[in-house]
């Protein structure tokens, strides 16, 4: 299957930068390389003086800040629609599109929580009203926790400093969330 | 996770399209440069729209239109830190592979698998081995039978090789470290007993 990547090039001013645990000096390019090669585990709490994408603690490159995320459900209907387009045209759609699409299809139509577009429609609007990056947004979205315990597990970024998330707002937000799914 | 990405290129649009309407002839293009592969903005899965296109110039001395475009697509872009449901690929000594279905280059190795644990040889599949995890005396086996979640650990993109002998591994633009050995993370069926859900999946 991953014989089918290639990679091409795309200009964008997103910096791919790994810096390891017990290094605090600025690594020359061909050091970093090198390093890459073998297995560091990181972990979230060590800072360097360099920029440092981490979702934990929602250290994201300013464009996916504002990059619109999608949850599995919404992209589960984008891709049937798509899916459904091609059917109109020819009676074989499957012959035309390319793995990927149809294996992300079969992705997230197994892995999203909600099918019907209204109860979709509904989720984004309930997680839009609590202050959410879009990131944080989409994760809960795709699992779906049932407590606020759970949520923080998966989303650490929710109760860091200077964030209004009390316990009892992500219950009540994780509540209505299940009612959703309960009617869908 | 997906998400929707903007972008803006100059798509040259070969003369046999120019009968298909605009709009189909550059998507077409569109897909054959993009889908599959690997961005820097992530993986593309597909084309969502195409928002204006302008231009139409034809270039002396070169036959394809070329159109200044700004479309949209969607793209599978993992973050660090972020939790991710997947299946399970394969295991040998070194690790866990986990696949996605459209991506399957996601390792968890052996430092990141939660122990204590033993590695051992799989009795129903003689070329490959087994991870358990032995927490209070009970045993967890890693394999099919779930949904795995994992967390990113990191991500790299490792260079085009310029030479690949013969029988090495398919070349990959973009691997995924991950981690199961934290609350919450690893086959569900360790923090919950498989859900409905799972149960009623068919093994693909």
């Avoid at chain 1, 989720?123 to 606020?148: D, M, W, Y």
Wanted: proline content about 6%; overall charge negative; charged content about 30%.
């Amino acid at each position: 299957m991953s014989s089918c990547l290639n990679f091409y090039n795309c200009s964008t001013s997103l910096r791919w930068l790994n810096k390891f645990l017990f290094t605090s000096a600025p690594l020359l390019e061909k050091e970093r390389r090198e390093e890459k090669e073998k297995l560091r585990i990181r972990f979230p709490s060590a800072m360097s003086g360099e920029e440092e994408e981490n979702a934990a603690e929602l250290k994201i490159g300013d464009e996916f800040l504002k990059a619109k995320c999608l949850m599995n459900c919404e992209v589960s209907l984008i891709l049937e629609h798509k899916y459904e387009q091609l059917q109109q045209v020819s009676e074989d759609p499957m012959n035309q599109v390319s793995q990927v699409f149809e294996k992300s299809l079969q992705y997230v139509k197994r892995f999203s929580r909600y099918k019907n577009p209204d109860a979709v429609r509904q989720v984004r609007e309930i997680l839009s009203r609590h202050q959410l990056t879009e990131f944080e947004l989409c994760v809960l979205g795709n699992l779906c926790p049932e407590t606020a315990e759970e949520a923080v597990a998966m989303v650490p970024s929710l109760k860091t400093k200077g964030r209004a998330h009390s316990d009892e707002a992500i219950e009540k937000m994780l509540n209505d969330l299940s009612l959703v799914k309960r009617f869908e | 996770m997906f998400c929707l990405s903007e972008m803006e290129d100059t798509v040259r649009v070969p003369p046999d399209l120019l009968k298909l309407p605009l709009e189909v002839a550059i998507k077409k293009v569109l897909q054959k440069l993009l889908l599959n592969k690997v961005l820097s903005i992530g993986l593309c899965v597909t084309i969502y729209d195409i928002k204006s296109a302008e231009g139409g110039f034809v270039l002396p001395g070169d036959g394809p239109a070329t159109y200044k475009v700004r479309f949209r697509i969607v793209v599978f872009r993992p973050f660090v830190g972020e939790v991710i449901a997947a299946r399970f690929k394969e295991s040998d000594s070194n690790g866990l592979r986990l696949t996605l279905g459209f991506f399957e280059d996601i390792y968890v190795p052996a430092p990141l698998i939660p122990r204590p644990n033993r590695c051992e040889p799989d009795p129903y599949n003689r070329s490959q081995m087994r991870w358990v995890w032995i927490f209070e005396e009970q045993e967890y086996i890693i394999d099919h039978s779930c949904q795995i979640n994992f967390r990113v650990e990191n991500i790299s993109y490792p260079p085009v090789p310029t030479e690949q002998a013969e029988d090495a591994k398919p070349f990959a633009p973009m691997v995924i470290t991950g981690t199961i050995d934290d609350d919450g993370l690893g086959p569900v069926s360790w923090w919950e007993g498989c859900s409905e859900r799972n149960n009623e999946d068919d093994d693909t």
